[in-house]
């Protein structure tokens, strides 16, 4: 599955750089990941084995037997097909980096959506916009399509737009999840009630977490909040660390009881670990399938 | 220093109320957006301390509120003490010749006078007591006005060459009376008028008076011409200590002949300077400078009074005179010549011109027109230098013994005394000491001289009076007697050496020139003559000559020798150039005394200390400096200034203040080193078309010269003379457009000196034999450019030349016309070993060799045809050669000769 360089010029020449970036964080997660190695539906080839009795004969494969003096049947490995809805927070407050960042944290948040997108229509699974067309995408066309679409998403609010969402399907909300906690539990809840399994990924700054301002320092908020001014700032560093914990804390409570998983990203740290860590969530559990 | 708006400083007690208003004012808060605001929502830390402003940063506005505030108060440093009185003010300048030494101290002076009237607010009114140079009025002065428009006239002045008139000043300050105050910058000399022109000004009202302890104004006289030197006389007020002046003579071309110092003693006020000069140097002098700040006192032009005195010479038998060694004139020739103008003729031819000594040798003086010629010539101030001899001694044996002589200073005895000889017991007499009223006094007499025979004078009581020189024995040598101005003086012996050895002694050579010096000078003898003599070239109060002004007028000789210096009759040179005259300021001066103090009036020095400086200007520069640091600090305090920013803001800073050196720093393209490679060079003569024609003809010529020869030249380099090193060219080829500016000065050095140190420069006219069709107006070009050129003789080149010869055969040498001269440097010319440094010719060749990218000659022949533009590469290939080896290939022209040297 390695993408060459040969190949990846081709590529660049047709997606855009937060596609090819997506590609290249996805390509180094696909080598330590193993898809479902069974024989079953699917369109990919298998193997071939010796025709039995029993078998259709239809599913001989002529092409193969001609070589041979044995007839041989042409198994195809098992696919099943699973939707995964994806889902970025595209607000106001999403459009920001601090100095020490290298990204915003909307650019970050659709790198990982669009490499984990790639890498599941890799893996043949069917992904969906939330919030884009109500289409299930699969093949590698659609990884151009969902970027397409991430791309007209109009600005939206913190929280995933009442999309019908299939049953069973997997679903991932990407965002700095920073609203208030039960407008958080409201969504999960109505999405665990399809029912949809699914996993939380926060999107932080490093400012966000650390907090690295110092003096008086007035704050102004991104979408419209009143802003506030910190006489020290310094002083209140620690009760914000601990508001943000009690944040993530309760972030974590609220996927536990819906069965979903949660992870905290800092977009100083590497996308590969984020999206490794996210498609493991995503990839099946043993005994579960 | 003082403060001009002092009220303004009271602000300063604002200052702790500023303190305290930006203590309790904290600093602007930086502004943060920031996404996680909701978390803030309600935050309070622990301890609330009130955020402070650093108290630097309150230390630096405090600082430069105070610059404002004192900067407003507009500080004068080194102010002058303020005027006294009130109203408008009347500034008097002394703007004569005495105030020009020190004219800038004075104008700085009255300068800071205005500058503390503006700040009082007077008006002021300009007085300036000279008369004025345009129209030679009477100082008036001129009406009150702002010190503002004052300024330009008072920077307008310059002192005047003529003195101050101190009665007309005060008539002029007589309406002022009572009106307000006065500032005097005075030359502190009292001249004619002083008192009433003191009462008038102290009259005004309160007065300040500027002025030195001494008035530093040193008036040069007119020099007395003495018998072997020139009296320098040098008047000034008298000091209180002595001091040492110096002065120059110079001569007509402002060198100094000699220089000489005297010390004026204290209390003293003239002081003479004896220049002792040879005559051939003294007759050269034409003005005396006295050493130090220039002035019109300080200069006295000297004309052909004290100068040329030429000398007629007349014997009794014109002949005989002639002959070496014994005639008569010979001695008085070999003695006069070196050092006068020497004349010879008859008496009429002699007497018709100006002569300032007539020698006459043994003449008998003829009663009758002759005499009475002679006498009014004497009369009129001639001297009159007779030789005794055997015509006189005889003429007085004769038939003068009833008609005396009148041109004789002494009646003479009949006859002649003979001392020694074979039938004589006497001796030869020497000469004894010369007496001290005799001009001959302090010549040394040489003991060797003797005289054997004499004419005797009759003895009479004025005899010893009238004698300048006697023998050992007593008997009058010399004699001499006043007629009119002029004077009669005979010698009673002769000029030759039959009757004494005295003209073959020095002592001669000496006496004769000290009679001749005596001698008024022809000045003296054509004053008569009634002729106006226009001005010339008069000095202005510096004492530097130019143009005369408008108002200077023309006078005769004789008013010049007693004019005043004034406006109508400036101090210079008058009449034409054989009979110039020169008007000096010292000849009717009065002398020259300090003023006293006016009464009641407040004394300063002239130059009491540094000019006024304000200080506001610099106090609010300081103070914008200091807020502009002020607002970066807060910038960066509200983290709107990163240190990043804070280092591109400085460095952009350093970019606008030293622009100059930030262009320096560029880093220009290195020229390519012309010494590597041989390169043929073109004049850039600035116009495209022509250089670009030139550029392609020279690579044309480069490319064939590489095919054809060993030669390896490279492209052709542009170069501009006098700014291109042209050392590294052999050849330069040089177009001529049509109303090119003139060569400056550094280019004419330039390729003068390419041309003398081997190089060699084509001149192209690119017009010979195209029949006048083509570069209209370049031979008027190139005699323009080439003017300063040092552009040898030139010739026709011919087939037998080496440039004819150097590669190819040639015979003729078209380029792209054929037909016209090409000329060269004379063969004569060995300079440079025979190599011309410029071949002229018009045949436009760079056309006929260019080429353009494709390779090909983009610009016909003219008549036409391949062969023409082959001879013309061939002729660039010879020039080419010429250029590098030079006469290398001058042995070829010789071969015919060599050859047939060897075959004999």
């Known amino acids: ?289 | 220093m003082i403060f001009a708006t002092p009220w303004v400083l009271l602000a300063l007690a604002a200052l702790p109320l500023l303190w305290w208003l930006l203590r309790i004012t904290p600093p602007s808060p930086h502004t943060v957006a920031f996404p996680a605001i909701r978390l803030l929502f309600g935050l309070t830390a622990p301890e609330e301390t009130p955020a402070r402003t650093p108290w630097w940063l309150l230390a630096l506005r405090m600082l430069a509120a105070a610059l404002v505030i004192v900067g407003l108060a507009r500080p004068v440093l080194d102010a002058g003490a303020s005027l006294a009185g009130g109203g408008p003010l009347v500034l008097v300048v002394d703007d004569g010749w005495a105030a020009a030494p020190d004219w800038s101290r004075r104008m700085a002076a009255a300068s800071g006078v205005l500058d503390r009237a503006e700040r009082a607010g007077r008006d002021v009114a300009l007085l300036t007591t000279a008369p004025s140079e345009a129209d030679a009025a009477s100082p008036v002065a001129s009406v009150a006005m702002p010190v503002a428009e004052l300024r330009p006239r008072l920077s307008a002045l310059r002192p005047k060459p003529w003195p101050v008139d101190r009665t007309a000043a005060a008539a002029a300050l007589r309406p002022w009376a009572g009106r307000g105050g006065a500032a005097y910058v005075a030359d502190g000399l009292a001249g004619p008028g002083w008192d009433s022109f003191a009462a008038a000004l102290a009259a005004i009202g309160p007065v300040t008076v500027l002025r030195d302890e001494v008035p530093p104004a040193r008036l040069l006289l007119p020099p007395r011409a003495e018998v072997d030197r020139l009296v320098a006389r040098l008047q000034q007020a008298p000091r209180p200590l002595p001091e040492t002046v110096a002065v120059l003579a110079q001569s007509g071309d402002a060198r100094t002949l000699a220089r000489v110092e005297a010390t004026i003693p204290a209390g003293t006020g003239t002081v003479e300077l004896p220049i002792l000069l040879p005559p051939e140097l003294r007759n050269r002098l034409s003005r005396l400078v006295v050493e130090g700040p220039p002035s019109a006192g300080g200069v006295v032009l000297l004309d052909e009074r004290w100068r040329r005195r030429p000398v007629g010479l007349l014997a009794g038998d014109a002949v005989a005179a002639a002959i070496p060694l014994s005639g008569m004139l010979y001695y008085l020739r070999r003695a006069l010549d070196p050092y006068v103008e020497l004349r010879v003729g008859d008496l009429a031819s002699l007497l018709s011109r100006e002569i300032s000594v007539l020698i006459l040798a043994d003449h008998v003086v003829a009663a009758g027109p002759e005499a009475a010629m002679l006498a009014n010539w004497v009369e009129k101030g001639g001297l009159l230098l007779r030789f005794a001899g055997p015509r006189v001694a005889q003429g007085r044996a004769s038939d003068m013994a009833e008609q005396p002589d009148a041109l004789l200073p002494v009646t003479l005895l009949a006859g002649d005394r003979q001392l020694g000889g074979a039938m004589s017991w006497s001796q030869p007499a020497g000469l004894d000491d010369f007496p001290p009223n005799s001009p001959f006094a302090g010549l040394k007499v040489p003991a060797e001289v003797r005289v054997t025979r004499q004419v005797l004078a009759q003895p009479d009581a004025h005899l010893a009076a009238a004698t300048w020189a006697r023998l050992a024995d007593g008997t009058p040598l010399v004699t001499q007697a006043t007629r009119g101005l002029g004077r009669v003086v005979l010698f009673h012996t002769t000029a030759n050496a039959d009757w004494s050895d005295l003209a073959l002694s020095g002592l001669f050579v000496d006496m004769l020139r000290r009679l001749v010096a005596l001698s008024a000078g022809i000045s003296g003898i054509t004053e008569a003559d009634g002729t106006r003599l226009a001005p010339v070239e008069t000095l202005d109060g510096f004492g530097v000559a130019g143009p005369p002004q408008a108002a200077a007028a023309a006078l005769t000789a004789g008013e010049i020798a007693t004019a005043a210096a004034s406006p109508r009759h400036p101090p210079g040179l008058y009449g034409p150039e054989s009979g110039r005259r020169t008007l000096n300021l010292g000849t009717r001066h009065p002398p020259l005394v300090a003023a006293p103090p006016v009464p009641g009036a407040r004394e300063e020095p002239v130059a009491g200390a540094a000019p006024e400086r304000l200080l506001a200007p610099w106090l609010l520069a300081a103070a914008l400096a200091l807020l502009a640091i002020d607002l970066l600090l807060s910038l960066r305090l509200r983290g709107l200034f990163r240190a990043r920013a804070g280092a591109g803001a400085a460095v952009l800073l350093l970019a606008v203040a030293l622009p100059a050196q930030a262009q320096t720093l560029l880093p220009s393209p290195p020229p390519p080193n012309p010494a590597l490679v041989t390169q043929l060079a073109y004049v850039v003569t600035g116009d495209a078309q022509v250089d670009g024609i030139v550029r392609a003809g020279l690579l044309g010529l480069s490319d064939y010269v590489n095919r054809r020869t060993n030669a390896a030249l490279g492209e052709p380099a542009p170069v501009t003379p006098g700014e291109t090193d042209l050392s590294f060219y052999p050849l330069l080829y040089w177009p001529i457009v049509p109303g090119s500016p003139k060569l400056s000065g550094a280019a004419v050095t330039a390729l003068n000196a390419f041309m003398a140190h081997g190089g060699i420069i084509l001149i192209d006219t690119r017009n010979g034999g195209s029949g006048e069709g083509f570069n209209a107006g370049s031979e008027a070009a190139l005699a323009q450019l080439a003017q300063n050129l040092a552009v040898p003789p030139l010739a026709p080149l011919t087939p037998q030349h080496v440039l004819a010869r150097s590669f190819y055969l040639l015979h003729d040498f078209p380029g792209r016309f054929d037909g016209d001269d090409v000329w060269v440097q004379r063969a004569q010319d060995r300079t440079n070993d025979s190599v011309s440094p410029v071949i002229i010719g018009g045949h436009d060749w760079a056309a006929a060799w260019a080429i353009d990218a494709q390779g090909r000659n983009p610009y016909a022949t003219l008549p036409g045809g391949a062969r023409q533009r082959t001879l013309a590469y061939r002729f660039g290939v010879n020039l080419v050669m010429y250029a590098l080896t030079g006469n290398y290939k001058g042995d070829q022209v010789h071969i015919p000769a060599i050859l047939e040297r060897l075959g004999q």
């Open chain 1, 1 to 289: 599955m390695t993408v060459s360089a040969r190949r990846a010029e081709a590529l660049g020449a047709r997606l855009p750089p937060l596609q090819v970036a997506a590609e290249r964080v996805a390509a180094t997660v696909a080598q330590g990941v193993h898809g479902r190695r069974r024989v079953g539906q699917g369109d990919s080839f298998w193997q071939y084995r010796p025709f039995l009795a029993g078998d259709d004969a239809a599913r001989i494969d002529w092409r193969q037997s001609a070589r041979t003096d044995r007839h041989y049947v042409r198994e195809t490995e098992w696919e099943a097909a699973q939707t995964v809805c994806l889902w970025r927070d595209g607000s106001a407050s999403m459009r920001w980096r601090s100095r020490a960042a290298p990204v915003e944290k909307i650019a970050r948040a659709e790198l990982l959506l669009l490499a984990l997108a790639s890498l599941l229509l890799r893996g043949g699974e069917r992904v969906r916009l939330i919030g884009g067309a109500p289409r299930s995408l699969s093949g590698r066309v659609g990884l151009d399509r969902l970027a397409d679409q991430l791309a007209r998403l109009p600005e939206s609010g913190g929280m995933p737009p009442e999309a019908p969402v299939p049953r069973h399907a997997r679903v991932v909300l990407i965002g700095d999840l920073l609203a208030p906690l039960d407008e958080i539990q409201r969504t999960v809840a109505r999405l665990a009630a399809v029912p949809a399994s699914g996993h939380l990924l926060q999107v932080l700054d490093p400012a966000e977490a650390l907090l690295p301002y110092q003096g008086r320092v007035r704050f102004e908020g991104l979408e419209r909040e009143a802003d506030t001014l910190i006489p020290r700032v310094e002083g209140v560093r620690d009760a914000y660390a601990a508001r943000l914990a009690a944040q993530q804390k309760g972030l974590a409570a609220i996927a536990t009881a819906a069965g979903w998983g949660f992870a905290v990203h800092h977009t100083d740290h590497a996308p590969e670990a984020a999206l490794l860590g996210l498609y493991t969530a995503l990839a099946p559990q043993g005994g579960r399938r």
